[in-house]
């Protein structure tokens, strides 16, 4: 073959791809544009400006560029108008139902196997005991799906007495284990659905939709935590939904923003991303995510020359809903989580004295209530603030030996033993505060209940510590001072 015959059909292999691609991937116009200014630019160096004929050249190149934009444009608007159609098209309510159902039955299926204690349910079911019995525990976790299963045990008439304690022990018929696993039934299910319905919000047919939501039905992993006591399920749920409503409010911001449709959207997603923040703190990412989709929104605002004002409300508007809210309703958790846990119980040993002392029951240690306040010939016991674990000013009725290398300039106190002791719960840790100054008056600048309102309650002779006072630690079972 020839050289130039080779060159030529390259020109047009090369010509059709070129062509091919651009009215797949919707680089058309910029493409176009930079192939047509080449030619020109080609042409021009070719003919020259100042050539017989060139000019003449050039403006019927030119006039072709129109003409192929022209058909461009008609091309894309044809394109526009089918993605246009395909997010037009009915939602497809057989095909959420089918994919709904399916998620259903998967997870539905021998709901009560087995009928014991299965992996983190150890933990979760033991929380939604102490939510139940009221008895405050500590949870690296934000509280709102713990509080959501303590809700269906309260209204499955669960009392709280099993506490989950060992993984593979049987549930007596007392617990209602199976109405606190629907709850993952129903978030699971609740998934699926979202994601059929972020598919098609994305433009895409019916058929990617259905395909979208088998997909996560059958997903070993998504079907495991949507059927056992576990947060899982409803974190997956709410990061779902924040994305759904994200997508929304993106394509209502371009067609119809500040409308009541927008509004609705864009509230959902800020009590969803609330949500997904205080099931788990991982949930952060999806709030990343969110935060990185509504930048680009403003963005796109901003260059499409949107008036000051606008978009100034714009700002406001996902300022309040999309940040304020999700803190208050994450704040709100926690209130409700403190609200119902007004005893004390086991994560009450990892809070400090003061928290302690707001627990009704709560004996630190053993026999002595916990006050605000510390008064003259109070009993206390002291913990060390910076260690983990707790470690309490400890001593008993013995003392330091001498030192035993005799003839060493090395001596012994010979006092009684003090020493750090990790358990909180021993007599021989209690201490009596005794308060040492030279004129110990009893003002009653406080009354028994710990307030300052001046009210006398028959407590005159509490004398409060204040700062400056000298005072002595006395221990409780020998007597003795501390190091005296």
Partial sequence: ?????????????????????????????????????????????????????????????EEHRRQRRQVEEEEGKDAADTVAAV????????????????????????????????????????????????????????????????????????????????IGAEYPASVPFVALRMLSVVFGTATVATIHQIVRALGCGERAAVLAGVLVSVDAAALIVSRIIVLDAQLVFFCAFSLLCAIHVRNTTRTAPFSRRWWCWLLLLGASLGAVCSVKLVGLFTFATVGCITARDLWDL?????????????????????????????????????????????????????????????????????????????????????????????SHAFR??????????????????????PHANDRNNLWRVTILN????????????????GDDDGDANVRYLQHGDVIVLTHIDTGHPLHR
């Fill in 302 to 394: 901003w260059g499409a020359r949107e008036p000051l004002s606008t978009m100034a409300y714009h700002v406001l508007a996902r300022v309040v809903v999309l940040i304020a809210l999700p803190i208050a309703i994450f704040l709100g958790c926690y209130w409700l989580h403190f609200f119902l846990l007004p005893n004390t119980g086991p994560g009450a040993g990892f809070m400090s004295s003061e928290f302690r002392s707001t627990l009704a029951g709560d004996r630190q240690p053993l026999v002595v209530s916990v006050p605000r306040d510390v008064a003259h010939e109070s009993i206390i016991s002291l913990r060390h603030a910076h260690n983990t674990p707790s470690c309490w000013l400890h």
């Fill in 87 to 166: 997010k037009q098209q009915p939602h497809g309510w057989s095909g959420l139902l089918l994919v709904t159902g399916i998620a259903l039955l998967l997870r539905l299926a021998f709901i009560s196997h087995p009928s014991s204690v299965v992996w983190d349910e150890t933990h979760f079911g033991g929380f939604t005991a102490n939510y139940i019995q009221g008895t405050y525990f500590l949870d690296v976790h934000p509280p709102l799906a713990k509080l959501l299963l303590a809700f269906v045990a309260k209204l499955s008439g669960f009392d709280g007495t099993f506490h989950f304690d060992t």
């Fill in 1 to 61: 073959m020839p050289q130039q015959t080779k060159r030529t059909a390259a020109k047009r292999v090369g010509r059709f791809c070129v062509r091919w691609l651009t009215r797949r991937n919707g680089w058309k116009k910029e493409l176009t544009a930079v192939m047509m200014d080449g030619r020109k630019g080609g042409l021009r160096r070719r003919k020259g400006e100042g050539e017989p004929g060139g000019e003449e050249q050039v403006e019927k190149e």
């Fill in 400 to 421: 330091y030996p001498p030192y035993p290398k005799e003839g060493s300039d090395l001596v012994s106190s010979q006092m009684q033993q003090v020493t750090c002791y």
């Fill in 438 to 453: 030279s004129t110990l008056t009893f003002d009653n600048e406080y009354d028994d209940n710990g307030d300052d309102d």
